[in-house]
C-alpha cells in the first residue's frame, strides 16, 4: 500500500525522542506496522525506527520523512511537532500484567545506542529526549536525561568512544513531572532547560 509520507528535511529535525511501543517484548516489528496502519489507521508509523528485543533494527519510515510519534507540544523552552523531530522505539516496555516496565535487554540497548549515535551524527543540532517528557506518559519507561548522561557511544566524526551525550544536546525539561514522579528527577536542579 502506498503510504502518504509528508517530508522531514534533514535541516528542520531539531529533537530526537526517544520511545516504547509498550507492548509485549515478542512482538516484531510487523505487528508495530500493523498496529499503526491497520488499527489506528494512520496513514504513517509512529515511530521512524523500531529496535526489537533481540537487538533487531528495523526501518519503519524512511529518512527524509515524517512519522506520527509526539503531538504537537509548546512550553516555554521547546516546540516539539512531528514536523521538527525523530522518533525512536525500543520495543517492549511492560510486564505481563501490562503494567509499564523498563525490560530492555542488553543488546536491545546497545542497539538502541547504536541508532542514536547515527542521528546524533546527521543531525548535529538536534536535542535528545524521552516522550514522558513532553507529554504524560509512561514512555520511553527511563529518564532519558540521566541515561543521556552516562550511555558510551561512538561519536561518528571522530570516531571515538565517548561516555555520556554532551549536556546541550540534552533537553531538560520535564513539562509534565513525569520524571520526578517516577525517577525523583529535579528540573530546578538543572543548570538549564
Ligand atoms: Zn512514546
Known sequence: MARKYRPLPDEMVEYIVIHTSASPQKYTWEWLLHYFINILNWSVAGYHVVVEETGLVKRLVPHGKQSNGVKAFRAKDIFISNRNAIHICWEGGIDENGQPTDNRTEIQERELIRVLEWYLWKYPNAKVLG?????????????????????????????????????WRIYKGDNFKVLEYHFGYDSTKQASA
Open 131 to 167: 516522550h514522558n517528557q513532553v507529554d504524560l506518559k509512561n514512555c520511553p519507561c527511563f529518564n532519558v536525561i540521566e541515561w543521556a548522561r552516562q550511555i558510551e557511544y561512538t561519536d561518528l566524526n571522530t570516531n571515538t568512544r565517548i561516555v555520556g551525550i554532551p549536556e
